[in-house]
């Protein structure tokens, strides 16, 4: 795929899925305004990648990779214990049978 097209295409993606996300919004936005602001956002790209800070430009990709947000409690206080995850899933078990 040539360049243009592929930036073709990506505008075109980010503005069918802004109209999607605001369809159902409060304010529900067209598809013109969506796909105007796509625009906006592929023109600007590289006055964002200029004012990003030093660190974000390495050389090599950096990938960052986070755990879930939902850890109970009860998995925390386990974690790096010998069988933590039957002991978790035995005192998640018990939790649940308490709160009913």
């Not at 993606?13 to 956002?41: H, I, K, M, Q, V």
């Not at 990648?49 to 986070?66: D, M, N, Y």
């Amino acid at each position: 795929m040539t360049t243009a097209t592929e930036t073709r295409r990506q505008v075109m993606l980010l503005a069918w899925s802004l109209y999607r996300a605001e369809l159902r919004g409060a304010n529900p936005r067209t598809f013109a305004d969506a796909l105007a602001g796509a625009w906006r956002w592929a023109r600007n790209t590289a006055a964002r990648i200029a004012a990003a800070p030093r660190w974000t430009k390495g050389a090599q990709p950096r990938h960052v990779s986070f755990g879930s947000m939902l850890a109970s409690p009860i998995r925390r206080s386990l974690t790096g214990q010998a069988y933590a995850g039957v002991r978790a899933r035995q005192a998640g078990y018990t939790t649940a049978q308490m709160g009913r």
